[in-house]
């Protein structure tokens, strides 16, 4: 696999400031990286401040606009701590942008069906802005302030369907819920064209009918999220015959592949192996990943 | 100003290389920093067949420190000459083959493998990682073994060798002497420590294999302690790390006579460590008036 350009730089935070109730944005100065960046890809960022703590730490890039990147992050322990306290002027050392990305939608191919977990949704504002073609963003939390973004992505046109656990906002359930029902009613909206097509006795044979189900829906899954709701999705994906790709979420330690902290089994012609979610990832084929050897 | 060291029949431009599965086969790190500039490189453990590696996590961070336990994951000597050998060996500066087995006849076959491959600079045995269940550790920790694997290796091969040492023994100084006895040409001191890591919510080790090897900052004065108590004990130069972060760390590592540094940990956090231990020699040696870097080695004052 072809490495991707990478840059380590020292730059400027432009801001640093709480977003949402539970979330930080932090937009870097950084107009080398900001221009490589591709959907999907992370930044690997050392916080100065932190003494004992001794590792970057790895954040997806949420937007990028002109000269600057950003990222979204919840304060979870030591290191997004420090981050939160630093402030605009203050500097950052980046390694980005890194690992490999998601597909990019093609126009008049496959239409996106986003799938995210609270944070998530930050990995995936860049596919939705550079994508073509409009889908939908099926969005999932365990409460509203776990929903990220969705003002953003509905800025960009997009269908974004809204899940809570506990109910609070959106639909109440898992975000798979509303993508079986997409997925569900696009199959049968499909096997009544069929059956009208075949009614009808056209002369001509459907196109539809000489290719694979999975042409014919023409749907593509990207995701990221908790790990268990990016197996369900990945199934769900297997059981309707979807290409769907997934980005992984795994303990990292340098980012540039050369640890092996952050792998997981990886499906390869007779057997399989550990990949690193940094460098081959993070975004997998769902169909390769090897979920039983996972923990 | 000399910063030139010679470790056997090897010279290095200067004493600062990289510690063995800290950087790689090289390549992931080239975009990042010039590797020419670098004394050498030292490609991650390979024994003769692919290894998978450990189940996950296996790495944890700890207070100034990182506890590991990757199972020396790699692609085997044949992986490694088809994928990894084509770029190597274009650098200028030599790259140091880490090579371990789970026998004595597997170190001396891997061994074997890249003596005659050519264009190799030095073999370093990996008789010390800690992360394995058979070989690793298991040689490093017992005299009679330790002493077979390298006698095995120099038969084949004419290769400088450099062992590398566990810290986990009652005292260094047989163990160091066994392997310069056996045909050693240097020694790499140290490996990580053994040490584990709890989840006190869970009550769960943090690494899936356990226990696994200490590294970083927080173990670099035991390897002081261990690399001046070498150096007191063989005359083979002894290459010194264990938690290197700037050049003040590597240059007290030669002070307690470590001929040459490796930087380990570090590259996962600053990329450019090396080359800053570098400048950062060359700054001390300006600042002292030292002309060659040898000065350094073993300089320590310590009342007898």
Known sequence: MLAVPMLEQTVQIVSNERDTDSYFRLVLRAPQIAALIQPGQF?????????DALLRRPFSIFQVSGDTFSILYKTVGQGTDALARMGAGGEVSVIAPLGHGFTAPQRGGE???LVAGGYGMAAMYLLAQRSPQKGIVFVGGRKRVDILCEKEFKALGWDVRVTTEDGSHGEKGLVTKPLLAE???RRSNEAQTEKLEIGNRKSEISQSLLTPAATRQKVRIYACGP???LKAVGKIAGDFNVPAELSMDEHMCCGVGVCLTCVIPVQTGDGWEYQRTCTEGPVFDARNIVWETMK | MNLSVQIGKLKLQNPVMVASGTFGYGVE??????LNQLGAVVVKGIRLDPVRGNATPRTVEVASGLINAIGLQGPGVDGFIRKYWPFLKTLKVPTIINLWGTTVEEYAEVARR??????????ELNVSCPNIKKGGAQFGTDLKLLAQVVADCRKVTKLPLITKMSPNVASIAPFARAAEDAGSDALSIMNSYPAMAIDIETRKPKLANVTGGLTGPCIKPIAIKLVWEAAKAVKIPIIGMGGIQNA???????VAGAAAVAVGTANFYEPQTPLQVIAGIREF???????DVDEITGSVAVKK
């Not at chain 2, 790190?29 to 010039?34: H, I, P």
């Not at chain 2, 003040?248 to 030669?254: N, Q, R, S, T, V």
């Open chain 2, 248 to 254: 003040a760390d590597a240059i007290e590592f030669m």
């Open chain 1, 111 to 113: 239409t996106p069906l």
């Open chain 1, 227 to 229: 790990t268990p709701m």
């Open chain 2, 285 to 291: 040696m300006e600042k002292h008036g030292l002309k």
């Open chain 1, 43 to 51: 930044a690997h960022v050392r916080v100065a401040p932190l003494k």
């Open chain 2, 29 to 34: 790190y080239a975009q990042l920093l010039d």
């Open chain 2, 114 to 123: 890249f003596d005659a491959l050519g264009g190799v600079g030095a073999l």
């Open chain 1, 183 to 185: 997925l569900r009613s």
